[in-house]
T-cell receptor, first 118, second 112 residues
């Protein structure tokens, strides 16, 4: 069964360092997403990406964050200068399509990358 | 008022019991309503979705949406220990449907 894969599964970094989280979405999917979940809190939307550009982003996704699809298979999230409050589980997701009335573009989530900022 | 509210539990029931999980929401623009299951250290996995109001059944699982009350439910019949997980409700409008808004998640344990 096709799946979204994420690396690394866990990264520990010092505050102020740059971090890149990597994702390989499902191969025929066109829409890509990053969500995050701070320990004990809700899963929160960060950004969606389609046709090589950001289609929507949340207020969390400030200038410290960027996303890129450097080749035909990878989708990355970069945090330029990590803060303590960036510690969270980051989930990549992909979907084949967007929902249309009555139909649905299911989001498939990866297992997550746990980021710990010290 | 929070956009989506869900009782975090924990909820513990005996095997075979009927489980009822619920969420309330405040944004009347929400049109898609989803239930995800999340096992420990895994990503959310879609269980069921409903478009607009009504009921949907899939095996032992039934999802209900009452848009007039802004209330959604997931029922699990004949619950099994393998159903033990965190259940997340999520929803989104038709426009901006990429941006799911999640509930807190309810941690459910089914005791053999």
């Amino acid at each position: 069964e096709p799946e979204v894969t994420q690396t690394p599964s866990h990264q520990v970094t010092q505050m102020g360092q740059e971090v890149i989280l990597r994702c390989v979405p499902i191969s025929n999917h066109l829409y890509f997403y990053w969500y995050r979940q701070i320990l004990g809190q809700k899963v929160e939307f960060l950004v969606s990406f389609y046709n090589n550009e950001i289609s929507e982003k949340s207020e969390i996704f400030d200038d410290q964050f960027s996303v890129e699809r450097p080749d035909g298979s990878n989708f990355t999230l970069k945090i330029r200068s990590t803060k303590l409050e960036d510690s969270a589980m980051y989930f990549c997701a992909s979907s084949e399509a967007l929902p249309v009335a009555g139909g649905f573009g299911e989001l498939f989530f990866g297992e997550g990358s746990r980021l710990t900022v010290l | 008022q929070k956009e989506v509210e869900q009782d975090p539990g924990p909820l513990s029931v005996p095997e075979g019991a009927i489980v009822s999980l619920n969420c309330t929401y405040s944004n009347s623009a929400f049109q898609y309503f989803m239930w995800y299951r999340q096992y420990s250290r895994k990503g959310p996995e879609l269980l069921m979705y409903t478009y607009s109001s009504g009921n949907k059944e899939d095996g032992r699982f039934t999802a209900q949406v009452d848009k007039s009350s802004k209330y959604i439910s997931l029922f699990i019949r004949d619950s099994q220990p393998s159903d033990s997980a965190t259940y997340l409700c999520a929803m989104c409008p038709l426009q901006g449907a990429q941006k799911l808004v999640f509930g807190q998640g309810t941690r459910l344990t089914i005791n053999p």
